[in-house]
C-alpha cells in the first residue's frame, strides 16, 4: 500500500516536471536577475529567484539560464 502511494505521488511529480515553467512576464524582476548575473554571478542569482518566486532549482536554474 505504501509503495503504490508513493508511485502515484512520483508519477505526478514526473508529470509536472514535464511542463512548462510559468512565470509572469515582469520586467522589473527580469532586470533584476539579470543585474545579478552580471554582478553577483550566476549561482547568486539562482537563490535570488528561488528565493523570491519560490522555485525549485532546476526550474530557477533554467530561469537564469534563459535570461543570459
Known amino acids: 500500500?505504501?509503495?503504490?502511494?508513493q508511485t502515484k505521488r512520483i508519477n505526478r511529480l514526473a508529470e509536472r516536471n514535464k511542463q512548462p515553467l510559468h512565470l509572469e512576464n515582469d520586467e522589473?524582476?527580469?532586470?533584476s536577475v539579470k543585474e545579478k548575473i552580471a554582478t553577483v554571478?550566476?549561482?547568486k542569482a539562482v537563490k535570488?529567484?528561488?528565493?523570491?518566486?519560490?522555485?525549485?532549482?532546476i526550474d530557477a536554474k533554467k530561469y537564469v539560464d534563459s535570461l543570459k
Open 1 to 5: 500500500m505504501i509503495i503504490y502511494g
Open 41 to 43: 554571478g550566476d549561482v
Open 28 to 31: 522589473e524582476f527580469m532586470q
Open 48 to 57: 535570488y529567484v528561488r528565493m523570491e518566486k519560490g522555485l525549485s532549482l
